[in-house]
């Protein structure tokens, strides 16, 4: 039986009932059933070819050292080593920085950063590399190291000079306003934790070229760097990305590295190398979410709204530049978050730290950025004595306003979204029956907070934004699609495939989405800055419209009608005739189009509208839309020990006109969970020499399922974005993880609590059991009249 | 040689590196690829597989297990299913075709241990038919697997959903062993357990007098119990074992004996095996038994190997130390017994002689003037490691308080009591106040360090807070 006539309903039936799975509806991932199989390959799944070889790498144990030797011949005589590779061996470029230079393959004369490559082995097993590469020995001369924010603002030590954002007067307007108020807050960074660590499989090709297959969410640059490392064109490299096992930023540039290293040793060999880091490796060797200090000064009313601010925000880069530069911006770019931070400074500041060098990470910047807005409307709440909530509301954005770096807000709904939420969540009455809750207990506090999140969707850098596609019709009427974009889990194929199923209006399983590779469409942007499905679903879009052009030109010749005469519906081609209607399947009208000659191929491509930035002046609209959301969540801790509890979440986000709501609602509570992970239980900690301790998941602990609010309730804000973005839809990987951040201030609000709400403890992130109690230990001194 | 069925098809293995896991045998040899590696360190829960034996009550169940720790030879004479081995034709197993339907996956690289953990579920329950699960039961079988894209909820969904979709058939490779093939009698007999390869051997003794030979000959071998820390030496920090003994055939290790006066545990009696024999006269150790690693860590982890392995931060050691619990320490010399308090002589110094293992652990029953409780402090709830654990037993006539056991992990280089606190406690009136004033002691008693899990001054506060907990409980709440 043919697979058309065993999957498929036959045609009579396909022409009564709607196409399946078109947008809008719930569909699953196109790879749920090989998730759930197992069949699903992952780079560490793929067949090995008969002479693969293992690599591991050899690190450095120094924060900031100079290089006095390095022995390397027990390495190589270790059982099993076939090859090791340093820094000279590399043929071609030796600097693998993704934007900026900085990034040496292997550390050369000196080391910034402990667990910084030194050289890579390629052995016949895992073991046998991991073995070989502790047997290095290697004599350093060690140099001060700079490990804290805090001693690089001082010696002004940084990767990227800074940059500041500003509008108006700001020190008159915060100096004449009624009040004044200042703060501060440490925000710890955040690891990954794919749960598939980095991972590339590398095969030599007959013309001297590279096959790469990575778990990689920016093909084009592993192509690239690859290309450049082994000094070849380009087009000797083919990179190929199935699917990643979660990626969350931390695939963009830091798959590369052990790429390029495979290829560098595979091209000596001539035989595949095969690289994934064991999970202490990835987590001490490859860049997590940047920590950041930011600091506040503002000045207001006594209803506590706004009247100037000026804010300070800075980095933890790490020893190198990376994409700091742009995280730092965005970070400068979401610290008014929700709020109209009125006559405002905000200076972004890029430190330097002898530590591995920090990247994106889902909110690039943004959630950092966010945390002091949040803080600001916090402390000036307990300080004019109102409910934050409404310190939040009377300081939202208002079509029409500006922003700190000059773009309009329009289309902004996020005062009724919020209103949405606070009834929804029955905000008010469950305000009222914690403060009695808390009355009556004295070891137990509850606390609330509701929370907005606006976030700019858009890469910063201008070029990202474009995106190319590749759509083949076969003879059958089976599509095929492939595009720019990488499938991590988000479910990006998934809602291509739909557009294009939709464009056609055929089912879904006429579809197929093939793995991303740079052979199919070439400079590719990475699958980031949740653009996804706005670029690449727009691409595809532009691919199908091409070829239905041609089938509707094809159409009118053939039956000399206008192009108004032809339809697609329900798997068919309709057309309107003198003498009445013609219908054909799709798959024979695609066949028929194809026996007359008509190119059933076409590339599609995209690029953004409306978005610039000036970096010199600081001022543009560096965003195409903004996707808004709202959390409200509620605590419970105890006082005696810092634990807690998160008993309730509502959430209401905006994903516009959502293409696949089960989708879009995974990645919501999935954002959500994360960022609650990032602020509450994840902790990353660094010893005094600068070893990173918290490196595995016995140690750095993300949320489990008990973790998970009991009553956890998710919404979409149901309204089409009113942008021409693809189907109206909205970008949706990124801002939920920002919701997270109604469970940090409940936890302050709680912690509150404890000082009648008449102070706002410190509680930098994550809000640990021992935050969380010297939290309410300072409110206990505060109520006590100590501070 | 050693013998273990494999989704349905008996599998003997003999030249194979002792020091493999399952996890690897499956990937390498098998290219059953279902089950990944996401940390080799049995904390995340991608790598799980199902073990099928028999329970002490004699019925077969499946339990979920971390292959990536757990030794190849440690499967001797089970029943293993993987993923690969839980569809039937082209028919997705329940739990499988719930997670689709529910949106349960997302990268889909923790999926297939997932499904592995709801698949025990699924079926131990479906043989009690017991198909309703609480969102507490799905918790305690999820406690083992992250997820990092899904945020659980489509999960919880799925698993709540997994009971209302018709149940494999009996043909189904995961029904074959309790219906028709699982004979572990028969198939043990005649074979000589153990795998050996490139000089480097692994025992799977079948008696104690097997293992006492075998320490006798071998003093320098590893004592392989569950292995669940143990085991990271090797995915970890590369190591290679020459002699591992493992002691999971041991069916004289996993005795339980109860009288009126005390329960006595033997050495291999697993944390989850453990819960139901101490649910009746230590509910408050069984909920701290529920937050020690996952499901997965305690199917493998044994109750004795938490005490023998010596670490300050085991959290059964305290709880031991609180209840006045015996050792039975064995050896082909005999046996000898020994107070918990005089087990540890430093950070992973035991008196464990050579040759010597444990045998069992004697928990005296508690009188009904005493009162047990246990307080475990950490960043997760789950599977966590104890910043401070504190387990104390009071004992009070209403008005006096005529005994007090504080003991803490955690606090210093191996488990011990609060000395000085216990005697702030001694004799004082049952009041509020005598704990709150005995709290203070805490910062005599201990001089805690500062790690990755906390620092010195939160260890010292907590623990002091801890000790006015208890007096808060014990008194009947606020």
Known sequence: ?787 | MIRFCLNGQWVEESDIDPNWTILRYLRTNKRQLAAKEGCAGGDCGACSILVGDLNPEGQFEYQAINGCIALLGSLHGKYVVTVEGLKEAEQLHPVQQAMVDKHGSQCGFCTPGIVSALTALHFNRSQQSATKVSDHDIHVALSGNLCRCTGYRSIMDAAHAMFEYPAPSEHAVINQASVVQFDPAAMKQGVQPSLESQGRHLYVPQSESELQELLASYPDAKIWAGGTDLGLEITQQFKQFDRIISLHQIASLKVVTQSQKEIRLGAMVTYSESEAVLAKSFPSFVQLIERIGSRQIRNLGTLGGNVANGSPIGDTPPVFFALNAKLVLASKQGEREIAIQDFYHGYKQTDLKSGEYLKAIVLPKLTPEQSLYIYKISKRKDDDISAVLMACVIEHNGKTITAARVACGGMAATPCHAVKTEQALMGKPFALSSFEKASDCIAQDFSPIKDVRATKEYRLTVAKNLVIKTGLECLGGQ
């Open chain 1, 1 to 787: 039986m043919s697979f058309m006539s065993s999957k498929l309903d036959a045609y009579e039936v396909r022409r009564k009932r709607p196409a399946k799975g078109k947008i809008g509806k719930d569909q699953k991932h196109e790879s749920a059933d090989k998730h759930v199989t197992g069949e699903a390959v992952y780079i560490d799944d793929m067949p090995e070819l008969s002479g693969t070889l293992h690599m591991a790498v050899g690190q450095s144990s120094e924060a900031h050292a100079e290089i006095l030797s390095m022995d390397l011949s027990a390495v190589k005589a270790a059982p099993g080593v076939i090859d090791v590779i340093v820094y000279d061996d590399v043929p071609g470029e030796k600097d693998i920085g993704p934007v900026f230079k900085g990034d040496p393959i292997f550390a050369t004369g000196k080391v910034e950063y402990i667990g910084q490559p030194l050289f890579a082995v390629a052995a016949t097993s895992f073991e046998e590399a991991k073995r070989a590469v502790l047997l290095a020995k290697v004599e350093y001369k060690t140099l001060p190291a700079v490990l804290e924010i805090e001693d690089a603002l001082k010696q002004e030590f940084f990767v990227h000079p800074p940059h500041t954002q500003s509008k108006g007067d700001y020190a008159a307007a915060i100096k004449n306003a009624p009040n004044q108020l200042s703060g501060e807050i440490y925000v710890k960074g955040q690891e990954h934790f794919y749960l598939e660590s980095q991972a590339s499989y590398v095969v030599p090709t007959e013309d001297k070229g590279m096959k790469v297959y990575t778990s990689s969410q920016h093909p084009s640059e592993v192509q690239k760097l690859v290309s450049e490392v082994l000094d070849l064109p380009i087009n000797y490299v083919q990179v190929e990305v199935r699917r990643m096992g979660g990626g969350f930023g931390g695939k963009e540039t830091q798959a590369a590295p052990w790429a390029c290293m495979a290829a560098v040793l595979a091209n000596r060999l001539r035989q595949p190398v095969k690289v994934r880091l064991a999970r202490q490796d990835d987590m001490v060797m490859t860049g997590k979410r940047h920590d950041f200090l930011n600091r506040y000064t503002v000045g207001f009313d006594n209803q506590g709204k706004l009247h100037g601010s000026d804010i300070m925000v800075a980095g933890k880069c790490g020893y190198s530049p990376d994409l700091s530069n742009s995280i730092v911006d965005r970070a400068m770019f979401h610290s008014d978050n929700a709020y109209n931070l009125q006559d405002a400074r905000v200076v972004g500041n890029r430190c330097k730290t002898h530590t591995v060098s920090n990247t994106a990470f889902r909110g690039f910047g943004g959630p950092q950025g966010t945390m002091v807005a949040e803080l600001i409307m916090d402390d000036v709440a307990r300080f004019v004595g109102k409910d934050p909530l409404d310190v939040r509301k009377i300081n939202l954005y208002q079509d029409g306003d500006i922003t700190h770096y000059g773009q309009p807000i329009e289309h902004y709904h996020m005062a009724e979204l919020i209103e949405q939420l606070e009834n929804e969540s029955e905000y008010r009455k469950r305000r009222e029956a914690i403060t009695i809750f808390n009355q009556s207990n004295a070891y137990t506090k509850r606390g609330l907070a509701l929370t907005p999140v606006k976030f700019g969707i858009s890469f910063t850098a201008q070029h990202l934004n474009q995106a190319g596609a590749l759509v083949h019709i076969y003879t059958d009427g089976s599509i095929h699609v492939n595009h720019g974009g990488t499938e991590m889990g988000q479910g990006l194929f998934t809602k291509v495939a739909q557009i294009v199923a939709n464009e056609f209006d055929v089912d879904l399983d006429m579809v197929q989405v093939s793995s991303t590779n740079t052979e199919k469409v070439p400079n590719t942007s990475p699958t980031a800055a949740s653009s996804g499905t706005d670029l690449n679903g727009k691409a595809a879009q532009n691919a199908c419209m091409t070829i239905k052009q041609r089938l509707v030109e094809f159409a009118c010749e053939k039956f000399s009608v206008n192009s108004g005469a032809v339809t697609f519906e329900n798997n068919h081609v309709l057309i309107q005739t003198d003498k009445g209607v013609e219908e054909f399947g799709f798959g024979p009208f695609v066949e028929m189009a194809y026996m007359n000659r008509v190119s059933l191929s076409s590339t599609g491509y995209y690029k953004t509208p409306k978005i610039y930035y000036d970096h010199a002046n600081a001022t543009g609209r560096p965003f195409f839309y903004f996707a808004l959301g709202a959390a409200c969540s509620e605590v419970e801790i105890d006082t005696l020990t810092g634990e807690y509890q998160v008993l309730r979440t509502d959430i209401i986000h905006d994903v516009g006109q959502s293409i696949n709501p089960a989708i879009d609602i995974g990645q919501i509570e999935g954002g959500f969970i994360q960022g609650m992970g990032w602020l509450t239980t994840e902790e990353l900690n660094w010893d005094e020499s600068g070893h990173l301790i918290s490196n595995g998941p016995a140690n750095y602990k993300i949320p489990t399922s008990s973790d998970m609010p009991p009553i956890f309730n998710v919404r979409l804000f149901d309204r089409a974005n009113d942008e021409h973005t693809i189907y109206n839809s909205k970008a949706v990987g990124e801002p939920p993880l920002m919701l997270g951040m109604s469970v940090w201030l409940a936890l302050r609000d709680a912690a509150a609590s404890v000082a009648d709400y008449k102070v706002a403890p410190p509680l930098d992130t994550p809000a640990t059991p021992e935050r969380v109690l010297n939290a309410v230990m300072f409110a206990q001194q505060h109520k006590a009249g100590a501070v």
